[in-house]
């Protein structure tokens, strides 16, 4: 693991007055890049109020080395890496490798790392008949939440989150055995037997094996597909303190091993404001059908009284295009062609709709754009992927990122338990009014 650097340098204070009676100077924190913080530890013991700010929209909850998103000019890096580099010219497992590390590997580290990733790629035999107590028809996310909270049911060897050794296997174990429990979740959704995985076959080639191979024949995989899946795995690794990672900090804050957190992490992430985005994608261009209806859904996301939101659109950070987004947009283009998948009619429908919306006041006041969510759906239905598994993916690729920022939470000397306060607006202190007492 990367040594963290200095804490945040400090430089001129912030003086804070509250009203005409208290001031109290703050010390204003500089990071490497971005914005300064104004540290606000002191303000409740010597102010006596805390911070407002629901939704934590000006607020950091930590401080962090992995990665900096800049959401005015829409610049995302990964240890200082710009992600269209790292999606052009790295992969999956080399990225992870980076965000855990905080450097790019050598030839030997990355695969010495590929190797281990690969003997822990199998799940615990009793694990699988974990499955056998969902419907068939259960969402694959709700597979995901509990199959990933109960491995640590059976790793009792690395829950020891104070153990750096045990830290570092329970990572490994999450991050190898992801592909295999989601390709696990979608061959029980259609009946199909489990596929183990293949030592002899790299990270993204492993997934598509296990998701579509069936032990009657030989699967080849597809280098279009393993290169495409690959790539979307990269653009989706990590984000800063997004919903779902926030909640992995918070559940790791209490001391949670590592396998709840994730599956805290997934749970947030199956939001359809947050990963579950990709998916309801998807549903939104299925519903609108054709290039005609696209005013009166653009309508509709407009009307306040109408809770229609365009999915895929919009960001808490980036108020610019999302560049996993242009990646992604790039992608679905060559993909399709690869796959001989011409004019798909719903990228025709997803650029027209791009199109009018970013030319709409109510769009362009916002700074509303299309995310990644936007289109990596048409992507993976491209490459045979059910609607139904698009989030399971985007948990995938996430877990790296969740678990580097798990790791770097537990080693941070700032860090506690999360426990934010509240701002009250109940009712004052009263008395109980015996039940033959009340109106
Ligand atoms: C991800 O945080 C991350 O980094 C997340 C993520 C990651 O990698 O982890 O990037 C992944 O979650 C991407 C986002 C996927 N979600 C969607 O695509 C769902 C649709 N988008 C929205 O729900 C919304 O844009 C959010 C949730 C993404 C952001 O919400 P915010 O920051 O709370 O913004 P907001 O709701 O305050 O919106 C500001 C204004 C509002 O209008 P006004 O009240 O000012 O009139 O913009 C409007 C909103 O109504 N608005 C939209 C809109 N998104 C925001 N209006 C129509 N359609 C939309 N999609």
Avoid at 75 to 81: A, E, M, P
Avoid at 245 to 260: D, M
Wanted: charged residues 25%; proline residues 6%.
């Amino acid at each position: 693991m990367a040594q963290k650097s200095e804490s945040p340098t400090n430089d001129d204070d912030f003086l804070l007055t509250s009203g005409d009676t208290a001031s109290l100077d703050l010390p204003r924190l500089k990071g490497t890049i971005g914005p300064d913080v104004i540290d606000i530890r002191r303000l409740y013991s010597d102010l006596g109020c805390f911070t407002y700010d629901p939704g934590f929209v000006a607020t950091a909850s930590c401080s962090s080395e992995l990665t900096y998103i800049d959401g005015e000019e829409g610049v995302l890096l990964h240890r200082g890496y710009p992600i269209q580099q790292l999606a052009e010219n790295s992969t999956f497992t080399e990225v992870a490798f980076l965000l855990l590390n905080g450097e790019l590997p050598n030839a030997t580290e990355l695969s010495d790392f590929e190797s281990d990733l690969k003997h822990h790629s199998m799940i615990h035999d009793q694990l699988i008949r974990l499955f056998s107590g969902f419907r068939r028809d259960a969402h694959p996310m709700a597979i995901m939440v509990g199959v990933v909270g109960a491995l640590s049911a059976f790793y009792h060897d690395s829950l020891d989150i104070n153990d750096p050794q045990h830290r570092m296997v329970a990572s490994y174990r999450l991050i190898a055995k992801m592909p295999t429990i989601a390709a696990m979740a979608y061959k029980y959704s259609i009946g199909q037997p489990f596929m183990y995985p293949r030592n002899a076959l790299t990270y993204p080639e492993n997934f598509l094996h296990m998701m579509f191979s069936v032990p009657t024949e030989d699967y080849h995989v597809s280098p279009i597909l393993a290169k495409a899946i690959d790539r979307i795995f990269i653009l989706h690794a990590d984000h800063e303190q997004n919903a779902s990672t926030s909640t992995v900090r918070l559940a790791g804050s209490s001391g949670a091993n590592p396998f709840a957190c994730v599956a805290a992490g997934i749970a947030c992430l199956w939001g359809p404001a947050h990963g579950g985005a990709n998916e309801a994608v998807l549903e939104m261009l299925d519903e609108i059908g054709s290039v005609e209806k696209i005013p009166e859904f653009i309508d509709r996301a407009k009307d306040r009284d109408d809770p229609f939101r365009l999915m895929g659109f919009g960001h808490r950070v980036y108020k610019n295009y999302d560049p996993r987004a242009a990646v992604l947009r790039e992608s679905a283009y060559a993909v399709l062609g690869e796959l001989g998948v011409r004019n798909e009619p719903l990228l025709e429908l997803a650029i027209e709709l791009e199109r009018i919306a970013l030319e709409d006041k109510y769009f362009v006041e916002r700074k509303l754009f299309p995310n990644v969510d936007f289109y990596s759906g048409i992507i993976f239905r491209a490459m045979g992927i059910p609607v139904s598994m698009f989030t399971v993916l985007f948990a995938l690729a996430r877990t790296v990122g969740w678990i580097a920022q798990w790791q770097e939470m537990i080693e941070d000397p700032d860090q506690r338990i999360g426990r934010p306060r509240q701002l009250y607006t109940g009712p004052t202190e009263r008395d109980y009014v015996p039940p033959d007492q009340r109106s």
